[in-house]
């Protein structure tokens, strides 16, 4: 069982960044996949970023080149860098983690973008 705690959100300018965390109740070396999602009010739930269990990492089509995720093994920890934040980038985040064939939810934290 894994919990997940995220942290980081906050409001910020057009432009701005943020740095979202996700801390993980255990080790992720062996998490095959950990990833961030979101979820604008009256939309579905996106992907964002996430290393895959191939090895890979993936991002959504309106943030590539614009947020980055990473991990810290030793720290039990995942984070996104968002940069040149935009106004649609306002929705809760969530972290997401999936191991022996479960998945795991973070409780969410809030990103709002003022224009």
């Known amino acids: 069982q894994v919990q997940l705690v995220e942290s980081g959100g906050g409001l910020v300018q057009a432009g701005g960044s943020l740095r979202l965390s996700c801390a993980a109740s255990?080790?992720?070396?062996?998490?095959?996949?950990l990833g961030w999602y979101r979820q604008a009010p009256g939309k579905q739930r996106e992907l964002v970023a996430a290393?895959?269990?191939?090895?890979?990492?993936n991002y959504g089509d309106s943030v590539k080149g614009r947020f980055a995720i990473s991990r810290d093994n030793a720290k039990n920890t995942v984070y996104l860098q968002m940069n040149s934040l935009k106004p649609e980038d306002t929705a809760v985040y969530y972290c997401?983690?999936?191991?022996?064939?479960?998945?795991?939810w973070g409780q969410g934290t809030q990103v709002t973008v003022s224009s």
């Open positions: 255990r080790n992720i070396f062996s998490i095959k996949f």
């Open positions: 290393f895959t269990s191939d090895g890979s990492t």
């Open positions: 997401k983690a999936i191991t022996e064939g479960r998945q795991y």
